[in-house]
């Protein structure tokens, strides 16, 4: 049977969230992890460990079907190959920052400056875009060191918590892009692997839909029934079940992970209660 090909990062910020999302969804692997490809015994799925610069070649190449990166890296080297899937982690952000002392008003700030950047193909997009003229130097790491030691006049590179920048005197004046990680893969795959690959992203919403969601139980007096369960419609509607005590009923539903505190909230004011909260581990939408 034909096997879906799938490159995800060999080690890195990546790698343990790509391998923890394959195992979420049923794909175990036989020969070990980190290795430079195993297989599953669980799912017709080959997994390629490689460095993450390399897998969208790999994937327009056609070594691999599929691969997980960083959509920055699919937005500098993915030419031939599309997003299929967003998977919501490893976000980051896309930045131009320079020294922190200098006054910034605008982009035309970078014309007839020098950007350091391992990113030349998003920058010079962005630039361009703004008509800006900047000279692009392109280094492959330790950006942030270049404004220091007199390479560059500005930088354009990741940022997460900004720390890394702060810590180099410097400061972020433009978002150019945002990132989270993505399946990337090719249009024309063929229909076997297209297959195996629906089934693939089914099995991954259905993870993530439950991790973004809880199951919640309470118990809600009967004259606030319909207004608590206007709250929480869950997936169709919830399910309301008479308690032993009569004038309260039993109330499941789901909520979802970025409203709950505030449904809570809500809830409790209109008298729920012994409110449970569970994890789902798979949610089939
Ligand atoms: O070896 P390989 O080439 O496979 O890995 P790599 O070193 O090129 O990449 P890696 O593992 O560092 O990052 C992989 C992907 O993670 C990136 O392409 C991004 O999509 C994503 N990501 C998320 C990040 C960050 N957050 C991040 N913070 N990648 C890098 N950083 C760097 C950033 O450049 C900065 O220098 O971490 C530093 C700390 O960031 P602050 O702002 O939190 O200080
Ligand atoms: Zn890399």
Not at 29 to 42: A, C, D, F, P, Y
Not at 151 to 158: N, Q, R, T
Not at 207 to 227: F, G, M, R, T
Request: charged share 25%.
């Amino acid at each position: 049977m034909e096997k879906l090909k799938i490159a995800i990062q060999k080690s890195g910020r990546l790698s343990e969230k790509s391998v923890l999302l394959l195992k979420e969804a049923g794909i175990s692997m036989t020969n070990g992890e980190r290795k430079l490809i195993s297989v599953s015994s669980s799912y017709p799925i080959e997994v390629l460990y490689l460095r993450d610069d390399d897998i969208p070649q790999y994937v327009r190449d056609r070594v691999a079907d599929i691969g997980i990166v960083g959509e920055n890296v699919f937005a500098e080297k993915g030419s031939e190959v599309e997003v299929v899937e967003r998977l919501g982690f490893s976000r980051c952000r896309m930045s131009l920052a320079i020294p922190k002392q200098e006054e910034y008003k605008g982009p035309a700030y970078f014309n007839g400056k020098k950007i350091a950047t391992s990113y030349p193909v998003i920058l010079d997009r962005y630039l361009r875009e703004q008509g800006i003229d900047a000279e692009i130097h392109e280094i492959s790491g330790s950006v942030e060191i270049a404004p220091g030691i007199g390479l560059a006049e500005g930088i354009f590179d990741i940022v997460s918590s900004g720390s890394t920048l702060i810590s180099n005197g410097l400061k972020e004046v433009e978002v150019i892009m945002k990132s989270e990680a993505v399946v990337i893969g090719r249009s024309d795959m063929p229909s076997e692997k297209k297959e195996l690959l629906a089934n693939l992203l089914f099995r991954i919403r259905s993870v993530q839909a439950a991790s973004n969601n809880k199951y919640i139980l309470l118990n809600a007096p009967n004259d606030k029934l319909d207004e608590i369960v206007a709250l929480i419609p869950g997936m169709k509607s919830p399910t309301v079940m008479p308690l032993a005590e009569s004038g309260w009923s039993s109330v499941h539903s789901v909520l979802s992970e970025s409203q709950f505190w505030q449904i809570i909230d809500e809830l409790k004011n209109l008298g729920a209660q012994g409110i449970l909260v569970i994890p789902i581990e798979k949610m089939i939408v």
